[in-house]
């Protein structure tokens, strides 16, 4: 008996049906945004009473940011390992991600170089003026930050169809332009604000949405 050849709307019906599936087997536990939302958040707001009550810090908090990379990585694996289907648009994602992280890094590494180099100054102006309200260059540095935290989630927002993320990355790109006019301390409550809206709230909801799936599968 002769197979019947598939017509063109049977045979884009077949295709949509395997594009459906694929995004239902589409795994996003919300753990990684939860992670850094939570560690963003968290440093942010230590870094606020550091300057705000002049606490003393054993260590850089900014290092917890640092060390947070290595539950990323294990997170990473086992999210593609729970992954049954994988979108071309997921490896889009993964680079648009590495270039953020690659993005951070350098931004810090040129607000230090920069920072080191200008602050002597204007703390040598603020000896010779008498002038004490003089912002030093951290008060700028942190609205670079705060940019390129914009961009990656609004893009991952859009993607996904997430419009809570995408919100979080426009304020991300509003408490940029806003620390330009603020002094740095606020300039991390800011900060706070933006990674809890764009990273820890919508990871929270991502999560939720995860188990409540995982248990109608079960």
């Not at 694929?22 to 707001?45: Q, R």
């Not at 990379?69 to 086992?78: A, E, K, L, N, V």
């Not at 989630?153 to 426009?170: D, E, H, N, P, S």
């Not at 809206?197 to 109608?216: D, E, S, T």
Request: hydrophobic share 50%; aromatic share 14%; net charge positive.
């Amino acid at each position: 008996m002769q197979e019947k050849p598939l017509t063109e709307q049977e045979s884009l019906m077949i295709i949509q049906q395997m594009i459906n599936r694929a995004k239902s087997d589409f795994v996003d536990t919300g753990i990684g945004p939860i992670l850094w939302g939570a560690v963003i958040t968290f440093c942010s707001l230590v870094q606020f009473c550091i300057i705000h009550f002049r606490w003393t810090m054993p260590f850089d908090i900014w290092l917890l940011a640092l060390l947070a990379i290595i539950p990323q990585i294990f997170i990473s694996i086992r999210e593609r390992r729970e992954r049954k289907a994988k979108g071309w648009d997921d490896d889009v994602m993964g680079y648009v991600w590495l270039c953020f992280g690659i993005g951070v890094f350098v931004i810090n590494f040129i607000n230090n170089v920069a920072a080191d180099a200008f602050n002597p100054i204007v703390s040598d102006y603020r000896e010779i003026t008498g002038k004490a309200d003089i912002p030093n260059f951290w008060t700028y540095g942190s609205a670079y930050l705060l940019f390129v935290f914009g961009y990656p989630t609004i893009v991952t927002g859009a993607a996904r169809k997430f419009r809570l993320m995408t919100i979080g990355g426009i304020v991300c790109w509003l408490s940029a332009i806003i620390s330009a006019f603020t002094i740095t301390k606020f300039d991390f409550l800011l900060m706070a604000v933006s990674a809890a809206l764009a990273w820890l709230v919508p990871g929270i909801i991502l999560r939720k949405k995860y188990l409540q799936g995982k248990q109608q599968h079960v």
